[in-house]
């Protein structure tokens, strides 16, 4: 019956509240309580929900919804002042993982040639460990009072591009994967994509930023921002073979710098937080399968956190050791790019949509995103704490 849908997300939104908080309790990202509740209640536990291509949809919708409100959080002011050296951390912050990600796959599965799918499986389990979500970062550095240093603000801007060459990526090997084997169309493709964003981005932030002086702070404003959000990530499958939700991400940049953008993600917070949000975390554990559970799985896993931290501290640190920051802050750098969030399981969750990966390595994006979000933190107040003993040693 069709009402049985409410129940679900009944179901869905109140576990998804109390396992989040309980997630806060313990200092852990509430996101991760969310994806156990999905778990609990799926099949794999108490079996009380089930996916269906309602949620799925829902789900869909929320990840749209969070990619969108990732652009609007994006600050071009800070990346255009940071520039050159952040965007060179990022990029060896995203190539290092994805050939170290690619590389661990490779030595517990086995090579295989161009085009298979275990070679896209390698490249994505790759692609899974470039994302960085610095919220955590960003909030120990600021209880140490570190936010506003060349570190924290280096790490700040660094991150955000690291997310946008993860994008890009992500949107080559969905292209390839999904059966186009010509490089020359998969990079056409995207370089149109990008090139009809710029050109209609510019006289959308145009006619948005008229809007906003005309009628400030009004709700017709997120209306219309929703609706660019939802034309932009149709228009970049359906023209243009990119994923939707880099069209959505896209949307959300070009509206970041419009005066009320802040307004506008606040608007956009409410949809996400109040339902599309949980749902879509939700089934992320509802989609992972513990059944297929074994020893074998459960070594990937620690492998793969291992492999995801590590390659993040050598790729960004030793690139900002490169840019000459010293060895001290070139680790901060590192450490403080290990973490990921939402967009790891955004990009495993449209891995799995188009047969990229399949559910049981969410298992392992769960237990990076736990031990990266207690670990930072401790490891940048250590580092910190020497420091500052190093300076009372000297005076």
């Not at 969070?66 to 060179?88: D, I, P, Q, W």
């Not at 120990?140 to 924290?152: F, H, M, N, P, S």
């Not at 956190?305 to 790729?315: E, P, T, W």
Request: with cysteine.
């Amino acid at each position: 019956m069709a009402y049985e849908i409410f129940l679900s997300l009944a179901i869905i939104i109140l576990f998804s509240k109390v396992f989040g908080l309980l997630a806060k309790k313990i200092h852990a990202p509430e996101v991760v309580g969310e994806i156990i509740a999905g778990i609990v209640i799926g099949p794999s536990l108490l079996g009380i929900v089930s996916l269906n291509g309602f949620i799925t949809q829902l789900a869909e919708i929320g990840v749209v919804l969070l990619m969108f409100s990732a652009g609007l959080g994006t600050n071009l002011k800070e990346l255009m002042r940071t520039g050159v050296k952040a965007l060179l951390i990022a990029c060896a912050g995203v190539f290092v993982p994805l050939i170290g990600g690619a590389l661990l796959y490779t030595a517990v599965y086995g090579a295989s040639p161009w085009g298979s799918e275990k070679f896209f499986e390698a490249v994505f389990i790759g692609v899974i460990m470039t994302a960085t979500s610095v919220s955590i970062t960003v909030q120990t550095l600021r209880e140490l009072g570190k936010l506003k240093t060349t570190v924290g603000t280096t790490v700040l801007s660094a991150a955000i591009i690291d997310d946008v060459i993860g994008i890009i990526v992500l949107t080559f090997v969905i292209g390839f994967k999904s059966g186009d084997s010509n490089i020359g169309h998969v990079v056409l493709s995207t370089i149109l994509f990008f090139a009809f964003s710029i050109v209609v981005g510019f006289l959308v932030y145009l006619l948005f930023k008229w809007m906003d002086k005309r009628w400030p702070h009004t709700r017709r404003l997120p209306i219309w921002s929703l609706a660019l959000c939802f034309i932009m990530a149709y228009a970049a499958e359906k023209f243009f073979g990119i994923a939707d939700i880099t069209g959505a991400y896209v949307a959300g940049i070009i509206l970041c710098s419009i005066q009320d953008h802040d307004y506008i993600a606040q608007k956009m917070d409410i949809n996400s937080y109040m339902i599309f949000g949980p749902v879509f975390f939700a089934s992320i554990g509802l989609r992972t399968d513990l059944s297929n559970f074994n020893s074998n799985i459960l070594l990937f896993s620690i492998l793969f956190v291992i492999v995801a931290l590590v390659s993040k501290i050598i790729g960004c640190g030793l690139m900002s050791k490169a840019l000459k920051f010293s060895w001290s802050d070139s680790l901060k750098i590192g450490v403080g790019m290990m973490t990921r969030g939402e967009v790891a399981l955004i990009v495993s969750q449209k891995g799995l949509s188009v047969g990229l990966v399949s559910s049981e390595y969410f298992t392992a994006v769960i237990l990076l995103i736990v031990a990266s979000s207690i670990l930072t933190p401790i490891i940048l107040k250590v580092l910190y704490s020497q420091e500052t003993s190093k300076v009372h040693d000297v005076e």
